[in-house]
C-alpha cells in the first residue's frame, strides 16, 4: 500500500519498472527527466534525483535513490529533490534506499553508475538547451581512487600538486598526467581512464596524451612543457610529519530517537551493544556513526513524519557544522543495507525467497482445483565445466598422500581429509582443478597437511591450477558432479583418527564388510548423486514407506525416534558481489566494488568474489601473495568478516584462482574477454598501451599443449565426437594404481599424477548416427531421429553466435508464462528463444547474440523480469 495520498508525481510515471539509471533535475522548480545521451552530466548549480533498479536473482527489483546536490545549487532545488527523493521512494512501496550526494563527496556506489568518472560542469542544467563552452578552458583535475574515482577541478597553480595524488592537466592540444611518487599503480591506472574520457569527450577523441612522474628529471620534451605552464620547474613541498600516518580513534555510535519536534533523544551507544528490538515501527530513528549518518523510518510512519524527520536531521547537521560531505543513508524498515546491520548486535538472519514461495502457493492453488502441474527443477543446474574429464583422489595419512583405485575413489570416510585432482577440456588447452575435501569429524593436523600437499601440488603447475577447500556437508553441486557418484562413510583410516578416537574412547564406526550401514540418498539428478552414512540399516534391503515403518526397521537402527523430515539444503547462490581485500601487519580490510565488470580485476590487487553458496579468491599477478595457500587464509578471514552480515558459514566453499587462468564457472559472472588476461605490464602499463593504440604484448598461459580432444580428432572414428549420446563407458575415469605418495616425494610422483585419459567430446541433437561400443567390443550402429521443435530450442548456441533461424516465432504474447493463449511445443526453459529477433531487440534491448554473451544468472534475470523463466 503507497503512502502517497496525493497525486504522483508525474514525472515518477511508470518509475523503477525497468532495470538501468533514471534520472532527473530540478529545472524552474520543477523535475524533468534528463535524457540517457546526457547521464553522467552533472551541473555544479543544479540538483538530481537518480535511480538505479537492479533484477535480483530472487526475481524481485532492488531500488536504490540517490539525490544529487551541486555545490552551487541553490537551496530551494535542493530542499526540493531530498523531498522528492522521499516520495519517490513511496512510489516504489518504500522499498528503496535513499542517499544524499553532495558534490566532491560522492559515495563509490554512486560514481560506479557514471565510469569512469563524473566531471561537473559550471552552470546550471537545462532542458531547452546545451552548454557551450565559447574558448577552451585548461583546467587542472586531481584523482583520487583505485576502483572508482573522484575527480575535482583544483587551481591551475604548482601549489595544487602534492606527491599523494594523481593529476590531470587538460589543455586545448596536450593532456598531461602527472603521478605522485606516494600514489598506487592502481590509481594511476584509474586516472587514464579518465584521460581516455576527457580525449573522447572534449577532444574529439584526438589528442597528445604525456605521462609525467614525480621527482624524474629526464631530458624529457613533454617534462619541460608541462613545467612551463606552470612558470617553470619547483620542487614540490614534502607533506608535514604531523599530517603523515595519522591513527584517528574509531568514532563512537550513538542511536537516537528523533520526535514529533524533532529533537533527537539519545538511547542507546555501540558500547552498549545496539539491538534491531530498540527500533519501532511507528518510529523514525538516527544512528550517529561520525562521518556517516542513517536515518531510520518504521514502516508505520507517515510520510509527513519521515519528510519531518528528514529535515530536522539536515537542520542539526548543518547547525553542528557537520561536513557537507556527511554521507546520509535513508533507511525504510525491512530494506536495510549491510552496513546498517553491521552496527546492531545479532542482527536476526532473514532468508526470504518470495519468488520461490510464490510459485509454490500458486502451483497448490492449481492443484487445489484439479489441474495436473508440472514442477520444473529448482534450478535448473548446469554444469559450467567438462563432468567427463578424469579423476584422481588421495587419502592423507600424515605427511603421506594415498592414491584411492578408481574403483574405490568415489568413496570417502568423515573422518578423513582427501586430495581431489580433476583434469577435464577447456576451450583451448586442458584445465587442472584441485579440492581439499576435510572430513567433518576429520582432525586439524590431517586438514593441515591436506591443504599444504593441495599447495604443492598447484605450485608445481606454476599457477596453472585452481583449487578449493572444501568443508564435508558444504560440497558445492560442481564437487558432486565431477563425481558423479558420491558415498560418504562414517569414520576414518587416518593414523592420527584412530589415534583420536583412541585417545577420547570414542567407539570406531568406521565402515568394514562386516558391517552394515544406513544411507541417506541426495542428488540433483542420474549424474549427481551422493549416499551419505547415518545409521546402521536392516540386514536385507526392503522398500519401506515413510510412517508406514515395521518395528524391525525401527528396532534395526536402535528404536524409533524423532528424526529429519525436511529435506537436505544446500545454499543457494546470490547475486554476486566483488572486495579487494588486503591484509597488513594482521589487519585486515575488505572494500566493495560496485557494479563491477572484469576490468576491475586489476593484476595488482587480490580480489573476493562473494557468491553466498561459495566464494572466490582472485589473484592478480602482480598481487602482493606468496602462495595460494596464503591466499586461502584470506578467504577464510573474509568468511570470519562476513561484511554483508549475511550469515557466511565458516565452512563455505573457497575457490582460489589466479589471473590468466580463470576457469568457465568464474568467468560466468562477467563479460569476458580473455585477452585481457594475457596482457603484459602492471595495469597502468597495460592501459598506457591502450590509450597510445600500441600492439598488446600477451603472455601465453603457461598450462598443457595438448587439447583435450585431440585424441579423437583424427582417430578411426572422428564421428563420435557427433554422437547424441555416450554411453558410460565413455565416461570411465583413468585408472591409476593405489600408491602412497610421501610429501617429500611429490614432485617425482608427479609426471604420473597428471597422466590422464582424454574424455570425449560431445555434440548433442546431432543428425548423423555415430558408432557405440558394445559390451564384447563390438560396433552397433544407432539411429538417430530428427529432432523436435521443443529439440530444436536446444540446438541454440550460447557462446556468442546467433541463435539458428530454423526456430519458428511466436509473439511475446504467447510466450510469456502468464499468457492467456499460451504457445504449446516449444522449450519452455528457453522461451525467449522462440521471441522474433525484432521483438526479442524491443523487449531486451539488445540482440539475441548479446543476449548469450552474458553470464547465465544474469540471463535467468532479464528472462525473469519478462515473464519468460
Not at 429 to 434: I, S
Not at 479 to 485: G, L, M, P, V
Amino acid at each position: 500500500m503507497s503512502l502517497l495520498t496525493g497525486a504522483v508525481e508525474a514525472a515518477f510515471q511508470g518509475a523503477g519498472a525497468k532495470t538501468g539509471l533514471e534520472i532527473w533535475c530540478v529545472d524552474n522548480l520543477q523535475l524533468v527527466p534528463v535524457p540517457k545521451s546526457s547521464h553522467g552530466k552533472f551541473f555544479s548549480g543544479s540538483a538530481y534525483i537518480i535511480l538505479n533498479t537492479v533484477l535480483l536473482k530472487s526475481g524481485l527489483h532492488q531500488h536504490d535513490i540517490h539525490y544529487w546536490l551541486g555545490n552551487d545549487a541553490k537551496e530551494a532545488d535542493s530542499a526540493l529533490v531530498s523531498e522528492k527523493a522521499l516520495e519517490l521512494d513511496a512510489v516504489l512501496e518504500s522499498h528503496a534506499v535513499q542517499y544524499r550526494e553532495a558534490q566532491g563527496q560522492e559515495t563509490e556506489k554512486f560514481l560506479s553508475y557514471f565510469k569512469p568518472c563524473i566531471i561537473p560542469i559550471e552552470g546550471v542544467f537545462s532542458s531547452g538547451g546545451q552548454f557551450n563552452s565559447e574558448t577552451y578552458q585548461v583546467s587542472l583535475l586531481a584523482c583520487k581512487g583505485d576502483h572508482v574515482v573522484h575527480v575535482k577541478e583544483v587551481p591551475f597553480s604548482r601549489s595544487s600538486l602534492n606527491h599523494n595524488d594523481v593529476f590531470i592537466l587538460d589543455t586545448a592540444s596536450k593532456i598531461f598526467l602527472f603521478s605522485g611518487c606516494n600514489s598506487s599503480t592502481q590509481e594511476r591506472a584509474k586516472a587514464l581512464e579518465v584521460v581516455q574520457y576527457i580525449t573522447e569527450n572534449k577532444h574529439n577523441g584526438k589528442c597528445d596524451v604525456a605521462t609525467i612522474e614525480d621527482g624524474k628529471f629526464v631530458a624529457d620534451p613533454d617534462v619541460g612543457e608541462f613545467w612551463s605552464l606552470f612558470g617553470g620547474y619547483a620542487p614540490i613541498p614534502r607533506d608535514l610529519p604531523s599530517t603523515i600516518q595519522k591513527h584517528s580513534e574509531i568514532p563512537s555510535v550513538y542511536l537516537f530517537w528523533i520526535s514529533a519536534q524533532g529533537k533527537l533523544c539519545q538511547i542507546g551507544t555501540d558500547s552498549d551493544l545496539l539491538k534491531k528490538e530498540m527500533l519501532n515501527a511507528d518510529k523514525c530513528y538516527m544512528l550517529d556513526c561520525g562521518t556517516e549518518i542513517f536515518v531510520w523510518m518504521g514502516r508505520s510512519t507517515t510520510i509527513t513524519e519521515r519528510k519531518k524527520s528528514i529535515s530536522s536531521i539536515e537542520d542539526i547537521l548543518s547547525s553542528q557544522g557537520r561536513s557537507k560531505g556527511t554521507h546520509i543513508t535513508f533507511l525504510t524498515g525491512g530494506s536495510e543495507t549491510a552496513a546498517f546491520r553491521s552496527y546492531f548486535d545479532g542482527w536476526p538472519q532473514t532468508v526470504e525467497n518470495l519468488y520461490e514461495e510464490g510459485r509454490e502457493k500458486v502451483a497448490a492453488i492449481f492443484k487445489h482445483h484439479g489441474y495436473d502441474v508440472k514442477e520444473l527443477p529448482d534450478e535448473d543446474w548446469q554444469p559450467y565445466i567438462n563432468c567427463s574429464g578424469t579423476l584422481k583422489v588421495w587419502r592423507v595419512n600424515g605427511s603421506e598422500l594415498y592414491l584411492i583405485p578408481t574403483a574405490e575413489q568415489n568413496k570417502l570416510f568423515t573422518g578423513d581429509c582427501y586430495i581431489v585432482q580433476y583434469i577435464y577440456p577447456g576451450d583451448e588447452k586442458d584445465e587442472l582443478l584441485f579440492y581439499a575435501w576435510l572430513g567433518c569429524n576429520s582432525v586439524t593436523e590431517d586438514r593441515v597437511e591436506a591443504i599444504s600437499h593441495m599447495n604443492a601440488m598447484v605450485d608445481s603447475t606454476k599457477g596453472a591450477a585452481v583449487m578449493a577447500q572444501v568443508i564435508e556437508g558444504e560440497e558445492p553441486i560442481q564437487f558432486y558432479s565431477i563425481f558423479e557418484t558420491l558415498i560418504v562413510f562414517k569414520g576414518g583410516m587416518s593414523s592420527r583418527y584412530k589415534c583420536f578416537i583412541s585417545e577420547k574412547a570414542i567407539t570406531d564406526e568406521t565402515f568394514g564388510e562386516q558391517k552394515v550401514a544406513l544411507f541417506r540418498i541426495q542428488g540433483s539428478g542420474p549424474n549427481s548423486m551422493q549416499a551419505i552414512q547415518v545409521d546402521p540399516p536392516t540386514w536385507q534391503p526392503v522398500s519401506v514407506r515413510e510412517g508406514s515403518e515395521p518395528d524391525v526397521f525401527w528396532n534395526a537402527i536402535g528404536g524409533k525416534a524423532e528424526y529429519p523430515r525436511e529435506k537436505e539444503t544446500k545454499r543457494y547462490e546470490k547475486d554476486p558481489h566483488l572486495f579487494t581485500c588486503t591484509s597488513t601487519q594482521g589487519d585486515f580490510k575488505v572494500k566493495e566494488i560496485f557494479n563491477f565488470n572484469q576490468d576491475d580485476l586489476t593484476t595488482e590487487d587480490i580480489l573476493v568474489l562473494d557468491c553466498y553458496s561459495e566464494i572466490y579468491v582472485w589473484i592478480g599477478r602482480h598481487a602482493n601473495v606468496r602462495s595460494k595457500q596464503e591466499a586461502l587464509t584470506l578467504g577464510m578471514k573474509f568468511l570470519e568478516t562476513d561484511i554483508l552480515v549475511e550469515g557466511l558459514s565458516l565452512e563455505t566453499p573457497i575457490y582460489v584462482v589466479s589471473e590468466g587462468y580463470e576457469p568457465s564457472f568464474f568467468t560466468r559472472f562477467f563479460v569476458w574477454d580473455s585477452s585481457k588476461t594475457r596482457m603484459h605490464g602492471n595495469s597502468f602499463e597495460r592501459k598506457l598501451a591502450i590509450l597510445k593504440g600500441q600492439k598488446q604484448k600477451m603472455e601465453s598461459p603457461q598450462r598443457s599443449s595438448r587439447k583435450a580432444n585431440d585424441t579423437y580428432s583424427s582417430g578411426s572414428h572422428p564421428e563420435r565426437s557427433q554422437s547424441k549420446t555416450v554411453s558410460s563407458e565413455r565416461l570411465r575415469r583413468s585408472v591409476s594404481p593405489a600408491t602412497p605418495v610421501s610429501g617429500s616425494n611429490f614432485e617425482a610422483a608427479r609426471n604420473n599424477q597428471f597422466s590422464s585419459t582424454t574424455p570425449i567430446a560431445r555434440e548433442l541433437f546431432s543428425t548423423t548416427s555415430p558408432d557405440h561400443d558394445t559390451a564384447d567390443g563390438s560396433l552397433v550402429s544407432v539411429e538417430v531421429e530428427e529432432p523436435s521443435s521443443m529439440e530444436k530450442a536446444s540446438l541454440m548456441k550460447v557462446d556468442g553466435t546467433e541463435v539458428g533461424e530454423e526456430l519458428e516465432s511466436f509473439p511475446y504474447e504467447q510466450l510469456k508464462v502468464t499468457s492467456n493463449n499460451p504457445v504449446t511445443d516449444i522449450d519452455v526453459t528457453k522461451r525467449e528463444a522462440y521471441l522474433s529477433h525484432e521483438e526479442f531487440q524491443e523487449k531486451f534491448g539488445m540482440t539475441k547474440k548479446a543476449f548469450y554473451v552474458l553470464p547465465k544468472w544474469k540471463q535467468d534475470k532479464q528472462k525473469k523480469s519478462l515473464h519468460l523463466f
